[in-house]
């Protein structure tokens, strides 16, 4: 009898199975374990996390790491991945000052154009024209009501008000008219003096109308067809909120820059391959679907793709040690998305949401040295450890362990960086790929769509439901269930939009509804995971054809997720597959295939 364990390092997870195996080549399972990661995959750093993962399966046994007669691990896939995103739209900055933005309590409503105005200088004021007045931090709201009540009062014409501080509410109340009032201004002193002036607070529980439309904004300025194409970005950033302010500055005052969106460079059979990144993510990949092997992925220079490309090989380049000349993309999953774009000429750090395009790259890099981590491994624990099988053979020889499947049979295992798929034939023949793109890229997305800026709550949210708490006593779940609590909630949470993190309520705070974050969640998932599935599963497929694959085994992190496994599903099923996610030896889940696989291998076929 012989006891061995099999050690899978992933780029994010290290799992370890332990087993068994009686002199029949009989297995008898008997624990498996799991840690992060540490350091990147295929370097020795990789030690302490195998050690951590065999220690957290020995735990359960009565087994010690000396009753150990060999450990197997994966000859890892030379491939990792990372993920980027650039506008696609040209880079258009206007020559418009504004300020949009939400601030709980704007005073008033309506909308009022004037010349600004410095409150102190109310006794230069001519009776003719219409005035905004601007209300610095230094003037406290009782001081400033008094001296907009004096001015209305020598019939000086004021029509809005722009306020330092959080006032806008305190000011109202106390003028003897109804103006709009944006307050929580925080760069108030960059606003423009005597220039004209377009100031809107919407009716509480509306939004704005006039300055988030173009022509709303051409009307009130007096725009030409070229200068509303260029007020569109300032448009866009005031959509869906409460109160803003435009203001026209003399040309020239704000700069004007134009950054091409650049083009893709493909390079494949001595030839190169070029495609706008204008044109969306579709097209890019319908070219890359197209080309057989790809030698080399690159973007145009001095262009926003340019960068982005050079980018993530320059990072690839750092993490692998390698001259960057050496780093050569392979595939790539480029998705529309779009992402918050600082305004320049903002006042309050305002952004709108600019059209992009998020892409996952695969870099192939040299052979990863599994056997120097072998030999360290070896040394550490003084226990004989063998690189054995490649990563995916011993994914899909572990997924086989999911009661209900039959050859020939396809897995597709969803990581982080990368979503790698293998078909296994009844004669024991497997081909299998790497393709760009798995759980980080929607991470990212959601991070950017939401304007998150956070990305440890973006993945909180891709990994659990979410619900909203609607009084102290009970929360609305996002699939309608309202849930009932006998103590009050604690007051942080009252309003908010949570995560249910196992037994936790983890509170968003950030301006999103609950419909908001479920629908990009949702569209997240769907761009990346459905579409990678199919692309992945048509390259393996006997004739390239998804109809000669009877069943996939979902396998990796990715397929723990809530609702991942039912949208392959739904797309699969159109193909007459049955897909699902694994349960590894009938107990693990999605999670252990590979390192099973490396267990099962040591008994040959
Ligand atoms: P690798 O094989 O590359 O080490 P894993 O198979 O461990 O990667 O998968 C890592 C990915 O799985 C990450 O993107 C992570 O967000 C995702 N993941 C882990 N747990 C869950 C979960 N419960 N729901 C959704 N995604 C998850
Ligand atoms: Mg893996």
Do not use: W
Not at 18 to 37: P, V, Y
Not at 142 to 149: M, P, R
Not at 245 to 255: A, F, M
Request: proline residues 3%; aromatic residues 4%.
């Amino acid at each position: 009898m012989k006891v061995i364990a099999g050690v899978d390092v992933g780029n994010s997870t290290t799992e370890v199975c332990i087993s068994k195996i009686d002199n029949n080549g009989k297995f008898q399972f008997i624990s498996s374990g799991i840690s992060k990661t540490t350091g990147i995959k295929g370097t020795e750093d990789n030690v302490k996390g195998i050690s951590a993962a065999l220690n957290n399966a020995l735990d359960k046994t009565n087994i010690r790491i000396s009753d150990i007669d060999s450990i197997r691990i994966n000859e890892a896939a030379p491939v990792i991945g990372d993920t980027a995103m650039e506008t696609i739209t040209e880079t258009i900055i206007t020559e418009s000052t504004m300020i949009g933005h939400n601030p709980s309590t704007p005073g008033g409503e309506g909308l009022g154009l004037g010349i600004t105005i410095n409150i102190n200088d109310m006794n230069k004021a001519d009776m003719n024209k219409d005035y905004v007045v601007i209300i610095p931090q230094s003037l406290d709201y009782e001081d400033a009501s008094e001296k907009i009540n004096l001015a209305l009062k020598n019939k000086i014409k004021i029509k809005a008000a722009i306020v330092q501080k959080d006032e806008a509410v305190l000011i109202c109340n106390r003028i003897n008219t109804v103006i709009p009032i944006v307050d929580e201004i925080k760069y108030i002193e960059k606003i423009p003096l005597d220039k004209f002036a377009a100031v809107e607070v919407a009716k509480s529980g509306h939004t704005i109308k006039v300055l988030s439309n173009p022509y709303g904004i051409a009307t009130i300025f007096n725009l030409n067809s070229e200068e509303t194409k260029r007020v569109i970005p300032i448009a866009k950033s005031l959509i869906g909120i409460r109160s803003a302010i435009v203001i026209k500055t003399p040309e020239g005052e704000v700069q004007e820059k134009v950054i091409p969106s650049g083009k893709l460079l493909i390079k494949a059979n001595n030839s190169t391959e070029k495609v706008d990144v204008d044109s969306g993510a579709e097209a890019i990949m319908s070219l890359v679907n197209r080309i057989e092997e790809i030698e080399d992925i690159s973007g145009e220079a001095a262009t926003n793709v340019g960068g982005m490309i050079s980018s993530v090989k320059n990072t690839m380049a750092e993490l692998t040690n390698e001259n960057i000349l050496d780093i050569k993309i392979k595939d790539i999953l480029a998705i529309d998305t779009f992402f918050p774009k600082k305004v320049v000429g903002g006042l309050a750090e305002e952004t709108f949401m600019e059209n992009a395009v998020a892409v996952a790259a695969m870099v192939k890099t040299k052979k990863l040295p599994m056997d120097r981590i072998a030999s360290k491994l070896s040394a550490l624990t003084n226990i004989d450890v063998q690189v054995a099988g490649v990563e995916a053979v011993m994914a899909t020889l572990g997924a086989f362990t999911t009661p209900g499947t039959k050859l020939p049979l396809a897995i597709l295992d969803i990581g982080g960086g990368s979503t790698d798929a293998a078909v296994l034939h009844e004669d024991g023949l497997i081909k299998s790929i790497h393709l760009a793109g798995a759980g980080e890229m929607v991470t990212m997305i959601i991070n950017s769509e939401l304007g998150l800026s956070d990305r440890s709550i973006a993945e909180d949210i891709k990994k659990y439901p979410i619900a909203k708490v609607e009084s102290l006593f009970h929360i609305k779940m996002e699939n309608d269930e309202i849930k009932f609590f006998q103590e009050p909630l604690e007051a942080r949470f009252f309003g908010r939009i949570v995560i249910l993190k196992n037994n936790e309520m983890l509170p968003i705070y950030k301006d999103v509804n609950l419909e908001k974050i479920i629908s990009v969640r949702k569209s997240a998932k769907e761009r990346v995971f459905v579409q990678n599935s199919l692309r992945a599963l048509k390259q393996i497929a006997p004739m390239n054809n998804l109809r000669n694959i009877p069943n996939v085994v979902l396998v990796g992190g990715s397929a723990l997720d809530f609702e991942i496994p039912e949208m392959i599903l739904s797309q699969l099923s159109k193909y007459k597959i049955v897909s699902g996610r694994g349960n590894i030896r009938s107990v693990e889940g999605p999670r252990n295939a590979v390192a099973t696989g490396l267990v099962m291998s040591y008994v040959g076929n």
